[in-house]
């Protein structure tokens, strides 16, 4: 529809446009054909209709998280950032709209939500043990070399978040009462050292040292970029 809508612009306004399709700098008039007017309401009403059902799916999602609780938790992060890293997918899932929608709801139940400072707590680089190790966006299990402890690691970063609280506006996490809570823990206590077979540990670290090496290749397994008249060279060089 919106290709449509372009079809019909560049149609009635070729005045309006350069020989390479782009549209001319300074003060320009448009003209609108009927199919062009009747286009627009069609897409109006597919955005508000779009709208409508992504504010219903945000309540209804809103009204399942806090049946577990008033009181939520949730990482500071940046939109704007998401939006020019993900323009089409933030449009559609709307994520700021949904915490808008969480908050309200949670302050009308007496509760609200936290937002916790990524920058002084780095949960999804810690584990329970206090041992910090910076992961690739594409490692989605934590595997501790100090401790031996595995989880999920969005599963973990959302478990450090409930032992994480505001003192005189610094974030700090206490990693004493994790480690002692996640052996009551339904999921997380699967994961401590010894819980897991030494095979599946031997496995997952290697996949993990897989991702690493394509994630951050060494010096030496990158390919050498060769210019085009070294490559002409060779060709000449080679025998006939």
């Not at 020019?84 to 997918?89: A, E, H, P, R």
């Not at 990693?175 to 540990?201: D, E, K, Y």
């Amino acid at each position: 529809m919106q290709r449509a809508l372009d079809r019909s612009r560049r149609k009635n306004n070729p005045q309006n446009y350069t020989e390479k399709g782009v549209v001319k700098k300074g003060r320009k008039s448009w003209i609108n054909s009927k199919s062009y007017k009747n286009l627009q309401s069609q897409l109006k009403e597919v955005h508000r209709k779009l709208s409508s059902h992504r504010k219903s799916l945000h309540g209804n999602l809103a009204n399942r998280v806090l049946k577990m609780g008033n009181c939520i938790k949730i990482e500071k992060v940046s939109y704007k950032a998401w939006q020019k890293l993900y323009g089409k997918s933030v449009s559609r899932q709307a994520p700021s709209a949904f915490i808008s929608i969480l908050t309200r709801k949670a302050q009308q139940l007496g509760g609200g939500v936290d937002e916790i400072n990524t920058y002084q707590t780095a949960l999804s680089q810690h584990c329970i043990c206090t041992e910090k190790k910076k992961k690739p966006l594409s490692q989605r299990t934590h595997i501790c070399d100090k401790c031996g402890f595995i989880a999920p690691r969005d599963e973990l970063s959302a478990y450090l978040a409930i032992f994480t609280s505001c003192h005189n506006g610094l974030w700090l996490t206490d990693f004493n009462l994790a480690n002692q809570a996640v052996h009551r823990h339904r999921t997380l206590l699967r994961g401590l050292a010894g819980a897991i077979p030494s095979a599946v540990m031997a496995d997952l670290a290697s996949q993990i040292q897989s991702t690493n090496r394509e994630v951050n290749p060494s010096p030496r397994t990158r390919p050498l970029r060769q210019s085009a008249s070294r490559r002409k060279l060779d060709a000449n060089l080679e025998p006939s």
